[in-house]
């Protein structure tokens, strides 16, 4: 049963505009686009992509954690670094604290795991640590404690950090040790690219740990990623992104909307009365389950009566992946309807033309 359809969207939007579900009140914009626009360019002769990223326009408020959600090759990286003053846009601006983005001071005040670190593996986690602390000014018995707390912080232990060289640690160590670099300058922003992404169950709750524990101490956080239950869990707002594109914008809660409907599972009762009340209605193993739009304490009186027993009702919440999958799937019909007919007028106007050259004068 595929819960998101059987809805009616509420702020959402298709038809390429993107809907946007404002909060009443936030906190002031610590990053704001404006139009950004990437166009790569490759190849010998530089020929223009496709755009990467189309006239991007967002707000982040401060404190907040937004997740960037898109399938692979949607423009989320590039968005990113484009924040970051990693890439220059082929239009448009981004700022960041009232900054330009790329700016000298931003970056001093900002922290960045990638989503494929280099780390230079033949150093040990603490003296990559070391090194880019001192990037940063950082140094002396300073520089100790901040790497000390930092270890601590993502649960990497001294053992490993001071005596093994990174070409062996695992994933999740590698994991770590990124997210403790990103956070060696205490930094007022934090963008993580993909930092569940390789991560076992016990790993991902982890970082889910360490981002809840930076959203308590204030930090803006910025993170892309396609685990979705993650992003459901720690997110306040979150962007759907998809072929460069915007498709939807807001808080999660608005964007699921309130559930209308009822999944109700149960045995007995006469069919012919289910069947009034519910839809899509299967049976497995002497229970039926259907989906109530009606009033749920009507039924269960109707229930009663037919002596119908029931074992679960409950409220058919859409799971952010649902909406997700929903999004994108109906955005991708609508652009295949939209090239049919497109196809479908090129060939009548052909066919016009031909007939017109064939008539007689
Ligand atoms: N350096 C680059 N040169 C050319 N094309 C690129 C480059 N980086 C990304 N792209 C293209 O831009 C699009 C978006 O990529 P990316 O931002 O990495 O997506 P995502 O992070 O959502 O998977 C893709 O089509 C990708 O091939
Ligand atoms: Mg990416």
Redesign the pocket.
């Known amino acids: 049963m595929n819960v998101v359809s059987s809805r009616p969207s509420r702020s959402t939007h298709l038809n390429g505009s993107a809907a946007i579900a404002h909060p009443p009140a936030h906190p002031p914009t610590i990053i704001e686009t404006t139009d950004l626009r990437k166009v790569?360019r490759?190849g010998f002769w530089l020929k223009a992509?496709p755009p990467?990223l189309k006239q991007c326009s967002l707000e982040i408020y401060k404190g907040e954690t937004f997740g960037l959600l898109?399938p692979?090759?949607?423009?989320?990286?590039?968005l990113l670094k484009l924040l970051l003053g990693i890439i220059r846009p082929t239009a448009g601006s981004a700022t960041l604290m009232g900054e330009p983005a790329g700016n000298n001071e931003t970056k001093a005040r900002i922290g960045y795991l990638p989503e494929n670190p280099y780390f230079y593996d033949y150093l040990t986690g603490w003296e990559f640590l070391s090194y880019t602390a001192g990037r940063f000014g950082i140094r002396g018995e300073a520089k100790k404690r901040r790497i000390a707390q930092l270890l601590d912080l993502v649960q990497l232990d001294r053992q490993s950090a001071t005596k093994k060289q990174m070409r062996r640690y695992s994933k999740g160590m590698l994991q770590r040790v990124g997210m403790a670099q990103a956070l060696i300058n205490d930094p007022e922003i934090v963008f993580l690219d993909e930092p569940m992404s390789g991560l076992d169950p016990t790993g991902r709750y982890q970082v889910r740990e360490i981002i809840l524990s930076l959203k308590a101490q204030g930090k803006t956080l910025f993170f892309?990623s396609h685990v979705l239950s993650d992003v459901e869990m720690i997110c306040d707002r979150i962007a759907i992104?998809d072929q460069g594109e915007i498709i939807c914008l807001g808080e999660i809660k608005q964007l699921l909307g309130q559930p209308d409907h009822y999944i109700v599972r149960g045995h007995g009762g006469s069919l012919d009365i289910l069947d009034r009340w519910l839809q899509d209605i299967t049976f497995n193993a002497g229970y039926w389950q259907g989906i109530l739009y009606e009033n749920p304490f009507e039924f269960m009186a109707t229930a009663r009566l037919m002596n119908a027993h029931i074992a679960k009702l409950e409220v058919a919440k859409p799971t952010l992946e649902e909406f997700f999958i929903a999004q994108i799937g109906q955005r991708r019909a609508a652009a295949e309807q939209a090239a049919a007919e497109r196809a479908q007028a090129k060939k009548s106007t052909q066919k016009k033309r031909s007939l017109g050259k064939l008539s007689p004068q």
């Open positions: 790569y490759t992509a990467s898109g692979n090759g949607a423009g989320k990286t590039t892309n992104l």
